[in-house]
């Protein structure tokens, strides 16, 4: 008999979300007559599906408006608990918000994220797990300081244009008017660790994914800098060759020079944040998965985070991963402490059809699972 089985898959990036990939897996094991407590917790690496994550395991979602990466109206959403609030900078400018022949690299900004750290704070949040990643911008997090009260200003006094291009324009910051945050703990989810400026930063490796062109790019890089150099005089500390500055456009580099963050992995925060390891406590076996399981897989990712801390349980819990695909070898997946993966591709070969169907065939290796690892 089984005595408790953990769920924690990741999304299915572009076909399921967590959520129903969780519950599909818990759908094939009960059919399957596993008997067990089946214990659902999906998880997710700081970007999209995070605050879905969080809600999943008893978070409160609060819904606000913000200004979406091209200053329009978006409707976001944030998980709070307990004076926790858990943030994706994605909700509010992704990449997703945009369409696909209207993308925005030089104009987008992330002022809705620091719409939303307002409206945590005002709620009572005391710590703010700020999930980073997917996102549309390369302002180097300008636009959340602007939320935040800091006016910008060109050579003749005037408020910059948001975006990341604008910035090789800024004369001046004006922090006078900056929400005092000292009271409210950040910590930043992500596993880039790339710094803000030059071959590795954000607008060089990230921007041409956002639309970006080669003089764009120059363009985004020049901003950036000009930023960096009139901030970090401002604020009288150099952060931008920070791993982990350059995240999300360099976010990560505003939320580290203005915040006072701390930057974490950010499936090893998020499993803290969700309580994961009382979780193992009983537990025989542990599923995971992830839309492809891959070379990738290994720097952090979801399934590899699940996979490491269920090993270094006392006693460990073996773990198993389902997939789109996986293309790791088995020295791979036990490099990342995963004892077997199940993939979709096995059941249905062809593509399009292995995605259209993509919920049952989640429980058909749920089924498999229970057949290998619970009988």
């Given amino acids: 008999m089984a005595e408790r089985v953990l769920i924690a898959p990741d999304k299915f990036k572009g076909t399921l979300p967590a959520v129903e990939v969780a519950a599909r897996l818990a759908a094939g094991l009960s059919r399957a007559g596993v008997d067990a407590e089946v214990v659902s917790l999906p998880v997710a690496d700081g970007g999209d599906g995070t605050v879905e994550a969080a809600v999943s395991a008893g978070y409160r979602r609060v819904e606000m408006g913000v200004r979406g990466p091209t200053g329009r109206p978006v409707t976001a959403s944030f998980a709070l608990r307990d004076g926790t609030a858990v943030i994706e900078a994605a909700q509010a400018c992704g990449l997703s918000l945009l369409p696909a022949d209207s993308l925005a690299p030089l104009t987008a900004a992330s002022r809705g994220v620091g719409e939303l750290i307002l409206g945590a704070t005002r709620m009572g949040a005391k710590q703010i797990m700020l999930g980073l990643g997917g996102v549309a911008t390369t302002d180097g997090g300008a636009g959340l300081v602007r939320a935040l009260g800091a006016r910008l200003t060109d050579d003749s006094g005037f408020d910059l244009p948001p975006g990341g291009a604008a910035l090789a324009g800024l004369h001046a910051l004006d922090l006078s008017g900056m929400r005092d945050l000292s009271g409210v703990e950040f910590l930043v989810a992500s596993d880039v660790d790339n710094p803000l400026l030059g071959p590795s930063g954000a607008a060089r490796v990230y921007a041409p994914q956002k639309g970006a062109s080669p003089d764009d790019v120059k363009l985004l890089e020049a901003g950036l800098e000009r930023w960096a150099d009139v901030a970090e005089e401002a604020c009288g500390r150099t952060v931008r060759d920070v791993p982990g500055a350059g995240a999300a456009g360099g976010l990560g580099f505003a939320a580290l020079l203005f915040l006072g963050a701390r930057l974490h992995p950010g499936i090893e925060l998020l ?105």
């Avoid at 994961?276 to 979801?302: C, M, N, P, W």
């Avoid at 096995?346 to 169907?357: F, H």
Wanted: net charge negative; with cysteine.
């Fill in 271 to 375: 499993l803290e944040m969700l309580s994961f390891r009382q979780y193992l406590d009983g537990a025989r076996l542990v599923i995971t998965g992830e839309g492809s399981l891959d070379a990738q897989s290994l720097h952090g990712k979801a399934p590899v985070g699940v996979a490491r801390a269920a090993a270094g349980h006392d006693p460990a819990v073996p773990v198993v991963a389902v997939a789109g695909v996986c293309t790791l070898p088995d020295a791979g997946l036990h490099e990342a402490g995963i004892s077997a993966a199940y993939t979709l591709s096995d059941i249905e070969p062809d593509a399009a059809r292995c995605m259209a169907n993509a919920g049952p065939l989640v429980e058909k290796l749920a089924e498999r699972i229970a057949d290998d690892w619970l009988r």
